[in-house]
């Protein structure tokens, strides 16, 4: 049984498809990544999976059939729309959410104390949330969305309005509470920390899935037919090399149809050239995006 | 606890511990004391304490026949002082002595007086109320000298008019200013309670949507349990709200009755009858309008207009207090029905009704069968725009949307923070 099973789920609202066709399997203890353009249909898809919309068609199952009330206690959820009461003290509002999870007052506020400190919010805690900044909201926000324990967080946009201090903070979480077993979804713009953290993606765009699977199997297929190349002195001309540009430290070949890395290494290395980096040119995940909602577009 | 409890308790305890509540809670209190208390203060300034002289050419007050001094509290004595009657031989000694300030007025009665009655006052202020009562009672007294003492005491207390019903529940007493206006003020009472509840309760939906902590709650509770508890803790709201209007009320006609000695504060009756037939009729119209503001908050785009929409919710409230004359003088008349059995109406009718007549029991059992259909409705309305609304940001729900069930999730207006 995977935590999250959507199946060719569409969605329209009036005259507007927000989602089309999207499908895709969330794995026990991953991180998943949700990507796409703006308008992409990634928040109606997250809306459906927690049945806050009923699909027009397709099928939804979270955590072993379809979305019940008993059910809400074990997922945590962040959504886009950020939002906290603003009129009452960081703490109160906390515990009162975490006592809507399922948790009681006495365990909740011991456990918002112990957040807040780790999220060195401790001394704001008696404080209007109206009167924190805008990345201490986040971070409350995100305490919110675990403070439960759930089985599955589903976190739109993580590191929103988040200093690169907090961002490791938040990323060091999110690995231990994968290390914890626990299945995360995240939807995010920010395609290197996609790389950095996802262990699957789908990408979606005009509502459809257009990649789906693991980033390094990915990242693979679209590699183009070319590798990175860096040596100690001026690199020599090598047979099969169609263009040269710089990349980064190194220097990118692209390789005629051909030739395969293995005979321009064994060429470099018939030269007596001194290779300090030889390694296949994977393209990010933000250039894959780009290509493949270009493509799409197509 | 469940989590319908989690949540009314949350909205309750937010609602009631702060400023504004305290506020409104001593409002209408606070109004009555200073009303009332502007009411004693024109009351004192018709007081004089100075003396009334009187000058008898027809000589029958040689020996009078003292004027009984009634007790009173202090503070009673303050609202009715006590005039001291003075006898003058001329009426040129008289004059001086009001000349001079010495007395407040004084009479003259004519030399056949015995059969002609005929007196004349003479001021140059008009003298205090306090002072021609006690002259009227004194007159009285001495008018009635010979007389067993109960005939005398029975005629100076003068007579009643009590106009009652054939079936007893409601009686107008004569003087008893407090019986009419007690149904008056009940329905100005409620107007303004569910006037200010459920304004509250259209910002207690309107706010999840300004805090946007909407997705947060309806991923933790169902839509039934979030608006349920809402509801029931501004009901909650709003009965405490009334009930402490009411101990204040009581309080204080309690001390205007029994310290400052104002008998009408003591004298409102209202029979058990009437008041289990206010109580059936204004329920099911604090739940309409609970359920018509929470499916207001839901279709709104933010609280402001949910105000200016309410604002006009709440006029409707008060129609009837414009066609009050018409209640007054022709209460079984078309239009008054039709006001006592339209929903957003019956309320303020009945109350108004209450001061001025009485109502058919089939008028009573017709309003109440149509408030509590209509509250239903409206509770149902409230839950349907509810989860249309929802999660629509700076947008409106249409009318056509709610009833259509075509609502679009996220607003064209607010694109930063629209995914789809």
């Not at chain 1, 005259?15 to 249909?41: H, K, W, Y």
């Not at chain 1, 805008?134 to 089985?151: S, Y």
């Not at chain 2, 000349?99 to 007086?113: R, T």
């Not at chain 2, 207390?157 to 409601?170: F, I, K, M, N, Y």
Request: charged residues 20%; hydrophobic residues 45%.
């Amino acid at each position: 049984m995977h935590p999250v099973e959507v199946s060719h789920i569409a969605k329209s609202f009036g005259s507007t498809q927000a989602v089309a066709d999207v499908s895709f399997v969330v794995e026990r203890g991953e991180i998943f990544g949700l990507l796409g353009p703006n308008g992409a249909g990634k928040t109606t898809t997250i809306r459906v999976m927690l049945d806050l919309f009923k699909p027009d068609r397709g099928e939804v199952s979270v955590l072993g059939g379809p979305m019940t009330e008993e059910k809400k206690e074990r997922i945590g959820y962040m959504p886009e729309e950020r939002g906290l009461y603003q009129d009452i003290s960081l703490e109160r509002c906390l515990v009162y959410l975490g006592t809507l999870k399922g948790l009681p007052a006495a365990e909740a506020r011991q456990r918002v104390r112990r957040y807040l400190a780790q999220f060195d919010l401790a001394q704001h805690r008696n404080k209007k949330v109206k009167e924190l900044s805008k990345g201490m909201q986040q971070k409350a926000q995100i305490i919110n969305t675990i403070l439960h324990d759930p089985e599955l967080v589903i976190i739109d946009e993580p590191f929103t309005a988040l200093d690169p201090v907090n961002t490791q903070m938040v990323k060091d979480l999110i690995r231990e509470l994968r290390t914890q077993g626990t299945t995360m979804l995240m939807s995010t713009h920010q395609m290197h920390q996609v790389e950095e953290l996802c262990d699957r993606i789908l990408l979606i765009d005009e509502g459809r899935n257009v990649l789906y699977g693991e980033v390094d199997e990915i990242r693979r297929q679209y590699s183009g037919h070319a590798v990175l190349v860096r040596a100690a002195g001026e690199l020599p001309l090598v047979p099969g090399v169609e263009q040269v540009s710089p990349h980064n430290n190194a220097v990118k070949w692209t390789l005629a149809q051909d030739t395969t890395p293995q005979a321009v290494l064994q060429a470099l290395m018939a030269q007596n050239v001194t290779v300090e980096r030889f390694e296949i040119a994977l393209p990010t995940v933000e250039e894959i995006f780009i290509r493949a909602v270009e493509e799409g577009d197509a | 606890m469940s989590k319908l409890w989690l949540v009314t308790l949350h909205e309750y305890r937010k609602h009631v511990l702060n400023k504004g509540f305290v506020l409104a809670m001593l409002s209408v209190p606070l109004l009555m004391a200073f009303i009332i208390g502007m009411g004693a203060v024109t009351d004192l300034m018709k007081q004089d304490g100075r003396p009334v002289g009187y000058v008898d050419h027809a000589g029958w007050l040689s020996d009078p026949v003292a004027p009984v001094a009634p007790s009173r509290s202090s503070l009673r004595t303050l609202f009715d002082k006590p005039v001291s009657l003075v006898a003058y031989d001329a009426v040129d000694a008289a004059h001086s002595a009001l000349e001079s300030g010495e007395i407040q007025a004084y009479y003259v009665f004519a030399a056949d007086y015995m059969q002609s009655r005929q007196v004349e006052l003479v001021y140059t202020r008009p003298p205090g109320e306090n002072a021609t009562d006690q002259f009227s009672e004194f007159l009285q007294r001495n008018l009635l000298a010979g007389q067993p003492p109960h005939i005398v005491q029975r005629a100076v207390q003068g007579g009643t008019l009590v106009v009652r019903t054939p079936d007893g529940d409601r009686e107008l007493v004569e003087g008893q200013i407090m019986s009419v206006l007690v149904p008056i003020l009940l329905s100005i009472t409620f107007m303004i309670l569910f006037m200010s509840t459920s304004f509250t309760l259209v910002q207690a939906v309107v706010e999840e949507k300004d805090n946007r902590t909407m997705e947060i709650l309806t991923t933790s509770v169902s839509p039934g349990q979030l608006i349920g508890g809402k509801v029931l803790a501004v009901v909650g709201m709003g009965l405490t709200m009334f009930m402490s209007w009411m101990a204040l009320v009581a309080l204080a006609l309690l001390f205007a009755g029994n310290v400052l000695g104002f008998e009408w504060a003591l004298q409102i009756r209202i029979a058990p009858r009437v008041i289990g037939a206010l109580v059936l009729v204004a329920i099911p119209s604090y739940a309409l309008y609970c359920g018509l503001m929470a499916a207001l908050g839901s279709t709104v785009a933010d609280a402001q207009e949910s105000q200016q929409i309410g604002g006009l919710v709440s006029l409707v409230f008060g129609l009837p207090f414009y066609a009050i004359i018409a209640l007054v003088e022709q209460p079984h008349s078309p239009l008054a029905i039709f006001l006592t059995l339209f929903p957003l109406t019956s309320l303020t009718s009945f109350c108004l009704r209450l001061a001025f007549s009485t109502w058919p029991l089939w008028q009573l059992v017709a309003a109440v069968g149509i408030l509590t259909v209509s509250a239903l409705g409206s509770i149902w309305l409230a839950a349907r725009a509810f989860r249309l609304g929802m999660l629509r940001y700076g947008k409106r729900l249409t009318w056509r949307e709610l009833f259509q069930g075509t609502a679009t999730p996220q607003s064209s207006a607010a694109p930063a923070t629209g995914g789809r």
